[in-house]
Nanobody, 124 residues
Framework: QVQLVESGGGLVQAGGSLRLSCAAS????????MAWFRHAPGKEREFVAA????????YSSDSVKGRFTISRDNAKNTMYLQMNSLKPEDTAVYYC?????????????????WGQGTQVTVSS
């Protein structure tokens, strides 16, 4: 099993940047596919980005492509989401998620392990 803790959220002006971190416990972190989702009020939980553990391949939603970058440091058991050129519509609670299966999916139901979330607020 793996336990996840997000950090790095906060209030930022439009056009600014934030870097989220997801610290994982457990010796097998390197063998989990990892993902970021976000949940804004009145909306469904939305896929943001994912990274495959086998080869480091990354995937991101069209809404964040070119602005957000997902990465991981297996030696530190940590995943990151670098968010640049932030927009007010990026405001949400951001969650990290993990799954040990080989397939990377963009649906939240696929992921077995979740963090508690970190709030990101982008002011206009």
């Amino acid at each position: 099993q793996v336990q996840l803790v997000e950090s790095g959220g906060g209030l930022v002006q439009a056009g600014g940047s934030l870097r989220l971190s997801c610290a994982a416990s457990g010796r097998t972190f390197s063998r989990y596919n990892m993902a970021w989702f976000r949940h804004a009020p009145g909306k469904e939980r939305e896929f943001v980005a994912a990274i495959r553990w086998t080869d480091g391949s990354t995937y991101s939603s069209d809404s964040v492509k070119g602005r957000f970058t997902i990465s991981r440091d297996n030696a530190k058991n940590t995943m990151y989401l670098q968010m640049n050129s932030l927009k007010p519509e990026d405001t949400a609670v951001y969650y990290c998620a993990a799954d040990p299966r080989s397939s990377v999916q963009s649906i939240p139901e696929w992921y077995n392990y979740w963090g508690q979330g970190t709030q990101v607020t982008v002011s206009s």
